[in-house]
């Protein structure tokens, strides 16, 4: 019986998923918005129902697709349902699956109430962006129970075209907290490099082209070199996020009773971006926290 599905959180990320979803034949119920003026232009785009709370987003649809903020917002909306609307009022026989970048205790907590509900959890963290959301190319690292994954690989195959089964709950976040920590050390190397060629006077487009073809090279440097230096921060991850999947990792190494020298560094240069009011701007943005007079 082909799933009917419902999407919590339709930002730039959710609402480009539900998207590619309904292209794929997939049939969209219900959306939900904590800022609700997102959920109803959505919903009167895909035909779906924008719902005035989340016990109504359990009832409408067999899958539920959450991809909220932080781990504050996940606890939130899997909630007591007794002391107040929750996702898992109504949850019996229901499918979450939460792509949220989170702790991963966080995503071991929901699971653990989903299952008191009666509901299936599958942890799905993404490492790609909005385009990718769009045209369905997400890369998906999954955890939880192997059968609840693989009755949901159809509908995640319209979602990824790299899609990966991880382990139990937990440790796909474990993998998106590290495969973020060393995106945004690139990241906050790369911005200095650039920044110290261009206090040098370098050209930064043949500087650029010599990173390529060197030890230099990185993905960072495609998304994101050229928009470091022509000051283009329109934003694809942002640097709250940064700030954010940075403190996660940094904290999982020092849980592990590891020193993360580089993470920590990262993590202040993030944190500070966000301090000056910058953190809608894309991550690249942290290249101005290095060029010479961007500050001023």
Same mark, same amino acid.
């Given at each position: 019986m082909p799933e009917t599905i419902a999407f919590v959180g339709v930002g730039r990320m959710g609402a480009n998923m539900a998207r590619r979803l309904k292209d794929c034949g997939h049939t969209l119920a219900a959306v939900y918005d904590a800022h609700a003026p997102s959920a109803s232009a959505l919903a009167s785009e895909l035909g779906a129902r924008h719902a005035a709370t989340l016990a109504e987003i359990t009832a409408s649809a067999s899958l539920i697709f959450t991809v909220v903020t932080? $781990?504050? #917002?996940? /606890?939130?909306?899997?909630?007591?349902?007794?002391?107040?609307? &929750?996702?898992?009022?109504?949850a019996s026989n229901k499918t979450f699956i939460n792509c949220a970048t989170l702790t991963p205790k966080v995503h071991v907590e929901v699971a653990r109430r989903a299952r008191e509900a009666g509901a299936d959890a599958l942890e799905a963290c993404m490492a790609s962006s909005i385009p990718q959301a769009r045209n369905g190319t997400l890369y998906l690292m999954c955890a939880g129970e192997r059968p609840v994954f693989d009755r949901l690989e159809p509908v995640l195959l319209h979602l990824s075209n790299a899609l990966r089964y991880v382990g139990p709950t937990g440790q796909a976040a474990q993998v998106k907290a590290l495969v973020n920590m060393v995106m945004n050390i690139n990241t906050a190397a790369l911005a200095e490099g650039l920044g110290l060629g261009q206090?040098?006077?370098? $050209?930064? #487009?043949? /500087?650029?082209?010599?990173?390529?073809?060197?030890?230099?090279? &990185?993905?960072?440097?495609?998304?994101?070199?050229?928009?470091?230096?022509?000051?283009?921060?329109?934003?694809?991850?942002?640097?709250?996020?940064?700030a954010k999947d940075s403190t996660i990792a940094w904290t999982l190494g020092a849980e592990a009773g590891l020193s993360l020298p580089l993470a920590a560094a990262t993590k202040l240069q993030y944190d500070r971006l966000v301090a000056l009011g910058r953190g809608g701007l894309d991550k690249s943005a942290v290249a101005d926290l290095t060029f010479p007079g961007r500050l001023g």
């Open positions: 932080d $781990d504050a #917002a996940q /606890l939130a909306i899997f909630g007591d349902p007794s002391s107040g609307d &929750s996702l898992l009022i109504g206090a040098l006077g370098l $050209d930064l #487009a043949m /500087l650029r082209e010599v990173f390529a073809q060197t030890g230099a090279s &990185s993905q960072v440097l495609k998304t994101d070199g050229e928009d470091m230096q022509n000051r283009a921060h329109d934003c694809y991850f942002s640097a709250a996020h940064a």
